[in-house]
């Protein structure tokens, strides 16, 4: 058949039925059952050819747009219609033939895929009816359930066990960013076992941070592939989840968790269920928003009820003039029961000279509930007559036409005041007249106030110093400072004692001893009491007695070489050694004249003293050798040294000049006067040393002559002993008057031997008693 009288019968067709189709798809529809028409009347396809060209998706888009399939039966009944009304009855015949082949096919995809739309349309009942019902379940509860722990378990079990739903949990977001699971249900334990944050962090980009950080639903419609479920990915399959819905929980504009849900199907939130879902999120969020106001109103109501009955300040509550309501303070303040006190009117607790004033104030309130009377201060006239003071405020609450009077008793307070003034006298008199001189420092290290004896010792007027940085005052050098900064922070902590410290003032330095007292004002610290004592004189007096028992060590160290017998260059050597060390002079030397004259020194140059160097022993200082006319040796070898300045001092014993005391250094100051003073002391010492020393040689020169000459008598005792025996045997031999004689001349012989024999035993003692003598010396 030709193509041209098909388009004739088919633009007869559309025209038909194009009113009958909707406007935003009538075109798109026209166009494809156009097409299929043509390809059916031509008979260029066989008809199940078309039929399997025919695309499913296209079907179900129409369909889901609102066309019926009795109206597509309708619309192939009109085209029926034209072909026969066109054409003649055996051409039409073919027509129909071929378009009846065609309807079987094309009607069993449109039944096919209607079917389909009718099954996921009833799944989306469901799952909108189940929705319903857990909105329905959860408003029950919510109100129902005053406690919000409950309340949140029991609206998880409603998800599950109502819903349907595979799991459900609700979380709160933490100060650290992490996510608090607080209620669940389902079998699994999931919500507890994984890791969720809703920070920026890879654990918190998933659906429950993002609902927590965005305030918005987050919906992941396939667990196994959204990139946003990786961290947890592995846990949730296991649990048998393919699909979740994350809503954000808001209570009074601020997002505080999320309510997430689980199915075991895939894509199982449409728009209509998370609609319904998302007012479920906002039930609970209402439920928790109402728990927690009632819960914070019954705070308010205990806490109001604790302040007003544990307040110090007394409360009454007035109407009409009366009190019907008064807390215990006021019985403590008035000497009156609460029964005694219930219908009183309120002005009877007042002094009679007050009542006037008090009376005015409250009529002033009671009329006008903007005015407010503060701190009216009145005398109270207790039940047993005593008078006390407080102050009184009133404010008027129109809504319950009462006025309610707060009594504050300051009695104690005036006390105090009283004592505080006298205290306060007593303290400025303790502060002004100390000895002792007194800073106060702030916490910022300024200078709050300072007495009389503190300004005399810093050598300063009051305006020079009050508001300045004790540190900005120049008194403390870096040393200090640093150890001013340790003393700060210490009794900060909490540690006292005595600290000592070296200041400048003027460029004289001053020693003073610092005591630091932390002063606290309600138990937090403000400011630093510090009491300072000038110990200058004490300090130099301690180094003076230093100095002296350091140079008597010295000298001492002489007396003990002299008591112990050393030899006179190693006692002198000890004492230049020690001397050095105490006075720092970088030469000290002695040079000790007699028959075998010697030198020793203590030095860190090297200097031959001898005696033709110090030709000129006589006393002398030279400051400066470089300013002298003419040199000595000495003074020329000394400056060869390296060396300036120099003392020499003689010494003398019995007013013989036996030796001299050297010592010097490249420059002399003022200082070094005192220890010249002390090298003059020394060089006495060390006269009396030689001497000694030479005396001890002397005596045991003595004593050895003595003990040689015992020695000698001794052998001459025996030399004659000998000859007067033989002469006795001699004698035997001789007779008469010659005999007589030589026996009286033997007799006086042996009579000098025994008086020579006892004068040399003598002699022994005497030697003896010498040498333990001088050893014990």
Same mark, same amino acid.
């Given at each position: 058949m030709k193509s041209d009288v098909i388009e004739d019968i088919l633009e007869e067709w559309i025209s038909r039925i194009r009113d009958e189709i909707p406007p935003e798809f009538r075109d798109e529809y026209t166009n494809f059952i156009k097409k299929i028409a043509f390809e059916v009347l031509s008979g260029r396809k066989q008809p199940e050819d078309i039929a399997k060209e025919v695309d499913e998706v296209f079907i179900e888009r129409f369909l889901r747009r609102g066309v019926k399939i009795k109206e597509i039966a309708k619309r192939v009944k009109v085209?029926?219609?034209?072909?026969?009304?066109?054409?003649?009855?055996?051409?039409?015949?073919?027509?129909?033939?071929?378009?009846a082949l065609l309807q079987p096919e094309i009607f069993y995809k449109i039944f096919e895929t209607y079917e389909k739309i009718l099954r996921e349309e009833e799944e989306k009942r469901k799952r909108f009816e189940r929705a319903l019902r857990v909105l329905s379940k959860v408003s029950q509860a919510v109100s129902k359930i005053g406690d919000e722990k409950a309340l949140l378990k029991s609206i998880c079990e409603i998800i599950v066990k109502e819903g349907g739903y595979a799991y459900a949990w609700i979380g709160y977001k933490r100060e650290d960013k992490s996510v608090q699971p607080v209620a669940k249900a389902g079998k699994d334990g999931y919500a507890y076992e994984v890791k969720i944050t809703w920070d920026e962090s890879e654990t918190g980009?998933?659906?429950?941070?993002?609902?927590?950080?965005?305030?918005?639903?987050v919906v992941v419609r396939e667990i196994d592939t959204d990139p946003r479920f990786a961290p947890w990915r592995e846990k949730a399959l296991k649990s048998g989840f393919r699909s979740s819905i994350a809503l954000p929980l808001v209570v009074k504009g601020e997002v505080i968790g999320s309510l997430n849900i689980y199915a075991f199907e895939k894509d199982a939130f449409d728009e209509k269920e998370v609609d319904l879902l998302k007012e479920v999120a906002e039930v609970v969020s209402f439920g928790i928003s109402s728990i927690r106001e009632v819960e914070e109103r019954r705070k308010l109501e205990e806490l109001y009820k604790a302040i007003v009955e544990s307040s110090k300040a007394g409360i009454i509550v007035v109407s009409n003039g009366k009190i019907i309501h008064a807390n215990e303070a006021v019985e403590r303040v008035s000497g009156y029961s609460k029964d005694e006190l219930m219908g009183m009117p309120f002005i009877n607790i007042f002094s009679e000279g007050d009542r006037e004033d008090i009376l005015r104030v409250y009529k002033l309130v009671s009329y006008d509930p903007k005015y407010v009377a503060e701190n009216l201060e009145v005398r109270i006239l207790r039940k047993d007559g005593v008078r006390c003071f407080a102050l009184v405020t009133?404010?008027?609450?129109?809504?319950?036409?009462c006025v309610v009077v707060s009594l504050l008793d300051v009695t104690k307070l005036r006390e105090m005041e009283r004592k505080l003034k006298e205290s306060e006298e007593m303290y400025r008199s303790i502060f002004e007249f100390s000895p002792l001189g007194i800073i106060i420092v702030g916490r910022d290290m300024r200078i709050i106030d300072c007495n009389d004896a503190a300004l005399k010792m810093i050598k300063r007027r009051r305006e020079e110093v009050v508001g300045k940085k004790w540190?900005?005052?120049?008194?403390?050098?870096?040393?200090?400072l640093y150890k001013a900064m340790e003393v700060f922070y210490r009794v900060l902590r909490g540690e006292s004692g005595t600290y000592e410290f070296r200041i400048k003032v003027d460029g004289e330095e001053k020693?003073?001893?610092?005591?630091?007292?932390l002063l606290k004002k309600d138990n937090k610290p403000y400011a630093f009491l510090n009491i300072i004592e000038d110990v200058t004189e004490k300090k130099n007096y301690e180094k003076e007695i230093k100095e002296a028992l350091e140079r008597l060590e010295i000298l001492r160290s002489i007396d003990h070489a002299i008591l112990s017998g050393k030899q006179m260059r190693e006692a002198i050597q000890e004492a230049l050694q020690l001397a050095r060390r105490k006075l720092g002079f970088e030469l000290l030397a002695c040079l000790v004249l007699g028959e075998e004259p010697f030198t020793v020194q203590d030095s860190d140059v090297e200097i031959n003293l001898n005696e033709k160097l110090l030709s000129k022993l006589e006393d002398r200082v030279v400051e400066n050798i470089l300013q002298l006319g003419e040199m000595t040796?000495?003074?020329?070898?000394l400056l060869k040294a390296g060396l300036k300045s120099y003392v020499l001092i003689p010494l003398v014993s019995r007013g013989e000049t036996i030796g001299a005391l050297v010592a010097a250094q490249k420059s002399f100051d003022e200082k070094d006067r005192e220890k010249i003073e002390f090298l003059r002391t020394l060089a006495g010492q060390f006269g009396i040393v030689i001497q000694e020393a030479r005396m001890f040689e002397m005596r045991m020169k003595s004593l050895k002559q003595i003990e040689d000459n015992i020695v000698t008598?001794?052998?001459? #005792?025996? /030399?004659?002993?000998?000859p007067l025996a033989a002469i006795t045997l001699l004698l035997e031999d001789v007779e008469g008057e010659i005999k007589?004689?030589?026996?009286?001349? #033997?007799? /006086?012989i042996v009579e000098i031997v025994r008086e020579v024999e006892k004068g040399w035993v003598e002699s022994e003692n005497v030697r003896k008693f010498l040498k333990r003598s001088w050893e014990d010396k």
């Open positions: 085209l029926l219609q034209v072909i026969l009304e066109k054409r003649k009855i055996e051409e039409a015949r073919e027509m129909i033939v071929r378009l980009k998933g659906p429950t941070g993002t609902a927590i950080r965005t305030g918005k639903i009133m404010a008027s609450i129109p809504e319950l036409r540190d900005d005052l120049g008194f403390l050098d870096e040393e200090e020693w003073v001893n610092l005591f630091p007292v040796d000495l003074e020329i070898e008598l001794a052998t001459l #005792v025996d /030399k004659i002993k000998n007589e004689r030589i026996e009286e001349q #033997v007799g /006086k």
